[in-house]
């Protein structure tokens, strides 16, 4: 159903290639519209799917990271989270930290995309845990460190990550 949602509204995955994870909204399937050369992601429950234009892809910063065009609100063990999806370009995500706890990421997705290697991860965060994260990332060899806001609810205020 997804796919072929996908191929009458112009965003077919390229050579008909996807991936297949297990998202906020249960088993996703991710890919490179063969027709505009968009990101997009799509689930049973979100057929119409979202897709992060080329051009936004080329004018991310490259190494960098940040947010995918929408995340989803699910429960974890009786707690509710986000699950967020993260591109990275020109380097690879180790984990997010906030207040001393590490979120461990999932590579979902790998495609070279505008110039550079862009890789989607998704990771669950707590829902009251907003702020601005500690995104450990490697890169040229190197650890680094980048920051990144996920503030999905405008918590008040907002955690000191």
């Known amino acids: 159903m997804v796919l072929k949602f996908a191929t009458e509204n112009g965003t077919a995955p390229a050579g008909g290639r996807f991936t297949e994870y297990d998202g906020a909204h249960g088993p996703e399937l991710i890919w490179v519209s063969e ?3 968009d990101l997009c ?3 049973e429950t979100v057929a119409a799917g979202m897709c992060q234009t080329a051009k936004r892809t ?7 990271v940040d947010v995918f ?9 009786g707690e509710s989270s986000w699950v967020i ?3 990275a370009s020109g380097e690879a995500v180790d984990h997010l930290s906030c207040q001393g706890k590490d979120f461990p990421v999932l590579k979902v997705y790998s ?3 505008a110039g550079a290697l862009r890789t989607v ?3 669950a965060v707590p829902r009251n845990l907003q702020g601005r994260y500690r995104v450990v990332v490697q890169r040229d060899g190197h650890q680094g460190e980048e920051r990144l806001d996920l503030n999905m609810d405008q918590v008040d205020p907002p955690a000191q990550c």
């Open 69 to 77: 065009e929408d995340s989803g609100l699910t429960d974890h063990h």
């Open 58 to 64: 080329a004018e991310a910063p490259v190494p960098g």
């Open 41 to 43: 992601v799509a689930s």
């Open 111 to 113: 495609a070279d995309l």
């Open 35 to 37: 027709r505009t050369g």
């Open 121 to 123: 991860y998704t990771v």
């Open 85 to 87: 999806r993260l591109v």
